[in-house]
C-alpha cells in the first residue's frame, strides 16, 4: 500500500502490553500477543510519529469479575463500564508492561494512559469514555501536526484495537491495520471486528512488508 510522506502519517501501537499476552496467563492472555513488538516497530519506520497507548487499571476497579459475576457478564445501570473484565493492567505489575523491544512510554511522541479511574473501563485511544464525549487528546494531536493517516497495531483486535480504528475512521483519518502486529482474543469475534472495520473504510496489509512510502 502506499502511504503519503512520513511527516504525514503515525503509527500508534495499542495497549501492546503483557496482560495481554500467554507471560500473564491469570490476566487476559491472547494467543500470540507477545509476538508483535519487531513488527509494531517494522511499521513505526514509516511514520513520521510514534503513538502509544496502555491500560492502566486499579486492582480495586468497579469492573472486576469474581464468582458471583464472571468475566465478560453485563453491568447493569453503569455509564462508564459495560461488561466485567479479570484483573489486568496494574501499574507496578508485569502485565502493565510493554512488550520487549518497544520505546518506554516518554519516549513515544504521544501516550495516552486508559481507564485509570475504577469506574471507568474505555476501550478505544481517542476518548476516555464509553460515550466519546471525553477526548484524551490522541486526536487533536494528530490533527494539529497534520497526520492524514494512521498506521494501527496491538492488542486485543476484537475490543482495544477494534474500537480505536473505528473512532479514527469516524475522525476522517486513513486508517491502515497491520495484520502481523495485531492478536484477538477470540477467533470468531476477531473475523466479526475486522470486518466491520474493513466495512467502515480500514484498510489492512499482511504485514509492514505490504508498505511503501511516497516521496515528499
Known amino acids: 500500500m502506499k502511504l503519503p510522506a512520513k511527516h504525514s502519517v503515525a503509527s500508534l501501537d495499542v495497549d501492546a502490553q503483557y496482560t495481554f499476552t500467554p507471560v500473564c496467563p491469570d490476566e487476559l492472555p491472547v494467543a500470540g500477543g507477545d509476538e508483535i513488538a519487531d513488527e ?6 514509516f511514520a513520521g510519529y510514534r503513538l502509544g497507548t496502555k491500560d492502566a487499571h486499579s486492582p480495586h476497579a468497579l469492573w472486576l469479575a469474581n464468582e458471583q459475576h464472571p468475566p465478560f457478564t453485563p453491568i447493569a445501570g453503569a455509564d462508564h463500564m459495560d461488561i466485567r473484565w479479570p484483573r489486568h493492567a496494574v501499574p507496578g505489575t ?12 516518554a519516549d513515544y511522541d504521544f501516550f495516552v494512559w486508559k481507564g485509570v479511574e475504577p469506574d471507568m473501563h474505555p476501550y478505544g485511544a481517542c476518548y476516555h469514555d464509553l460515550a466519546e464525549r471525553q477526548s484524551t487528546g490522541l486526536i487533536e494531536f494528530l490533527r494539529s501536526n497534520q497526520v492524514s493517516t494512521v498506521l494501527v497495531g496491538g492488542l ?17 483519518f486513513t486508517v491502515v491495520v497491520n495484520r502481523s502486529a495485531i492478536r484477538g482474543v477470540a477467533d470468531e469475534s476477531s473475523r466479526h471486528t475486522i470486518a466491520e472495520m474493513i466495512q467502515l473504510g480500514a484498510h489492512f496489509v499482511h504485514d509492514a512488508g505490504q508498505l511503501e512510502q511516497a516521496d515528499g
Open 94 to 105: 508485569k502485565g502493565f508492561e510493554l512488550l520487549a523491544g518497544l520505546p518506554h512510554p
Open 156 to 172: 486485543a483486535t476484537d475490543y482495544c484495537v477494534h474500537r480505536t480504528v473505528l473512532q479514527l475512521l469516524a475522525a476522517g
Open 40 to 45: 509494531l516497530n517494522r511499521q513505526a519506520t
